[in-house]
């Protein structure tokens, strides 16, 4: 190959390794930058809310279900748990399937589990299938003035006190059959829609501090975000190597060349 061919050969690769390598530079300078000011522009303070980036941790943004208690709300997330307001509560079995407040006393209808809570979220009675519950609950609600809750189509009067279910009639959640023959109608509470502040208050409580921004610009510059670790700045190296090698290369074929 003639000098003129291999120097343009050369040229080609040296540019191509320039622009992968300025990459590379810029995002471990960007970053850089960015660790060194961490406090003063809050990632270290800032919680991730990104679904994509949460899954690159093995998390989620979970589903909210929310239900009106007096004043406060009572919501489940994706860990099983219950929380009050943003307050981390008891586990709740399967998931919140209704909630409500019956004299004094808040009773959560998780899938395969009946909680009376008081109104500070302390369990009182956890109910489960040894005390006749039917399961899964699907919702709970009124049945006029009476209690009820509802298991695979068939509505149970339920006397908290007593710990009675007795069934009355066949329904879905959200309909509602006329009170005949001693038959009471039956409504489902219903979900409510979260304000962001609150939405975003759960999540906080819900993830904590693990994952924030400081983290992610951390392994961002580190190469464990995109599972390179210690290869990224590895790379990083082998490509100023390779660049260096073919800007001499260049340079001394170039003064080789007949003037």
Not at 115 to 129: A, D, F, H
Not at 228 to 250: C, N, S
């Amino acid at each position: 190959m003639s000098t003129s061919k291999s120097r343009l050969l050369f040229w080609h690769w040296h540019r191509r390794l320039g622009i992968t390598t300025a990459v590379f530079i810029i995002l471990l300078s960007v970053t850089g930058i960015a660790l060194n000011h961490s406090t003063k522009i809050g990632l270290a303070d800032t919680p991730v809310r990104v679904g994509w980036l949460l899954s690159l941790y093995g998390l989620s943004t979970p589903d909210i279900t929310s239900y009106a208690v007096g004043e406060h709300t009572l919501s489940h997330l994706g860990d099983d748990h219950l929380y009050l307001d943003t307050e981390k509560l008891s586990y709740c079995a399967g998931g919140l399937s209704g909630a409500l407040v019956k004299q004094d006393i808040w009773v959560a209808a998780c899938r395969d589990e009946l909680l009376l809570l008081t109104p500070q979220g302390e369990v009182i009675e956890r109910v489960g299938g040894a005390y006749g519950l039917p399961h899964p609950i699907t919702a709970i609600g009124h049945c006029e003035e009476q209690l009820c809750l509802e298991s695979e189509g068939q509505v149970y009067i339920t006397d908290v006190d007593q710990l009675r279910f007795t069934r009355r009639s066949e329904t879905g959640p959200s309909e509602t059959v006329p009170s005949e023959k001693g038959v009471a109608s039956f409504e489902s509470v219903a979900t409510i829609k979260l304000d962001d502040e609150l939405r975003r208050a759960l999540l906080d409580s819900y993830y904590g501090s693990t994952i924030t921004w400081e983290r992610i610009v951390l392994d961002l510059h580190s190469g464990h975000l995109l599972q390179l670790g210690p290869w990224l700045m590895d790379m990083v190296g082998l490509l100023m190597i390779a660049l260096a090698v073919t800007g001499i290369t260049m340079w001394y074929k170039g003064r080789r060349r007949p003037r």
